[in-house]
């Protein structure tokens, strides 16, 4: 069996061994496990029913970590993402206005886009012309709107009239869980504990039981059931193919799956040769979680975990993916799992994410003026592609101004002039 495992996942060439491979694919299952209760709370947002959803995001995650596990060869792991999924919802349902059904028809062309991309020297070429300025204030922006998002949810930044939002009581039992549940949270991250977000949200749970705010009605049969799941399972609605705004709303996704995936792929890679394969498998990825209804997969900055344990080879994911077939068996207890136990990931994964902004030039303000715009755009207009457009059309514009237009692509002034038609034509 061993040696069969070791020819099929080519180990004896990666300088491993079949026991480290596992014990990376544990440990990489551990550190993304929370996103199992967490993106099926996100989706519900947008009107996905949950238990759907969460058996969707668990199938994603399946098939997304066999493709890398078998296609690529590769110790990284795909997995619904954070960002994605905030994208999914805030951006293509709430400010674009499409349903979360026309939501996956974009998904899907955003997948294929990104397969057809991953197929040719497109991803060379882009990852040249796109400012790495740009790429990092992206993700920078994305994890403020996710700090933003988790503080909302559970329940300290509230509306005002007066000030837009402020400060909500803390004597408030939501808000009481959501910090008492960070203040663990912190620690088991700083310290590096396996499972850290996963551990919080347990605890975080049981807060928020001794404090009122679990309903246990919720709680179902603890017998797997498929049912409700045909809701979202090829629940493609293709009904908007005809209007500007459905495909405004592909470029965006299409920008942002292509290049996160690009940067976070080239930067965890202990070998770049897998690149390629790595990134077809990704973007195959997004398109079969479309298909299951879910929102894209992305490489999971938690599969840092697994290669730092060792992980080099297809093994890694194998293992991690088949450990996530026994969660739909928990789908029961995920459901009773409050928002306030949630929100303190949301809150940590967006500090990790705003730590792109060290990339950036601040010294140079043509770098750091649009990335700035960029990155208070999103949370500000709660809507990630205004955060993106902001920041992709005053890019040309302050190297214009500057005598520098020679820096600027051809392909960034399309980009721009899309992102201003957008705004121009007044899609919300």
Same mark, same amino acid.
């Given at each position: ?34 996103? @199992? /209760? ?17 058996? *969707? ?21 795909? /997995? ?24 996956? *028809? ?82 088991? !991250? ?22 009122? @705010? ?44 292509? !290049? ?18 790595? !990134? ?39 293992? /991690?993916?088949?450990?996530? @077939? ?44 649009? *990335? ?9 207009? !709660?809507?990630?592609?205004?955060? @993106? ?40």
């Amino acid at each position: 069996m061993n040696s069969k495992l070791g020819r099929i996942f080519q180990i004896d060439n990666q300088q491993t061994s079949i026991r480290t491979e596992m014990l990376a694919g544990l440990t990489s299952f551990i550190t993304i496990a929370y996103i @199992i /209760a967490v993106n099926g709370a996100i989706l519900s947002n947008a009107g996905m029913p949950y238990e759907a959803a969460t058996i *969707a995001t668990v199938f994603s995650a399946l098939v997304g970590c066999m493709l890398m596990a078998f296609w690529a060869k590769s110790p990284l792991i795909l /997995a619904p993402g954070m960002g994605d999924n905030a994208f999914f919802v805030f951006t293509l349902v709430f400010s674009f206005g499409l349903t979360w059904q026309q939501a996956l *028809a974009a998904v899907l062309i955003a997948g294929i886009v990104f397969f057809l991309v991953s197929m040719t020297k497109g991803a060379v070429y882009l990852s040249k012309k796109i400012p790495t300025s740009m790429i990092h204030a992206m993700t920078a922006g994305i994890g403020l709107f996710i700090g933003f998002l988790g503080l909302k949810n559970g329940g300290v930044i509230v509306a005002s009239e007066g000030t837009f939002v402020q400060l909500a009581s803390l004597r408030d039992p939501h808000v009481l869980t959501t910090l008492l549940t960070l203040v663990i949270v912190v620690p088991l !991250f700083l310290r590096g504990v396996r499972g850290n977000f996963l551990i919080g949200i347990i605890a975080g749970t049981i807060i928020g039981i001794l404090l009122g @705010i679990v309903d246990f009605s919720q709680m179902g049969s603890f017998q797997f059931s498929m049912a409700g799941y045909d809701q979202v399972f090829f629940a493609f609605d293709f009904s908007q193919l005809h209007s500007f705004q459905f495909w405004i709303a592909v470029f965006s996704l299409s920008m942002v799956i292509i !290049f996160a995936n690009m940067g976070a792929q080239l930067g965890m890679l202990p070998d770049t040769s897998k690149f390629r394969r790595s !990134f077809q498998a990704n973007s195959l990825s997004i398109i079969a979680a479309s298909m299951f209804g879910c929102s894209p997969t992305t490489t999971a900055a938690e599969g840092a975990a697994g290669i730092a344990a060792g992980g080099r080879s297809g093994l890694t994911p194998f293992i /991690a993916g088949l450990l996530f @077939i026994p969660a739909l068996f928990l789908i029961p207890i995920l459901k009773i799992i409050p928002s306030s136990a949630i929100a303190p990931v949301l809150i940590v994964v967006g500090c990790l994410m705003i730590q792109g902004m060290k990339h950036v030039k601040l010294d140079d303000f043509t770098e750091a003026f649009p *990335a700035y715009l960029m990155i208070a755009i999103m949370p500000l207009t !709660f809507s990630i592609v205004n955060g @993106i457009a902001f920041g992709f059309i005053a890019y040309p514009i302050v190297k214009i101004v500057t005598g520098r237009r020679q820096e600027v692509s051809g392909a960034m002034y399309v980009i721009a002039a899309l992102f201003l038609v957008y705004f121009i034509l007044g899609v919300k």
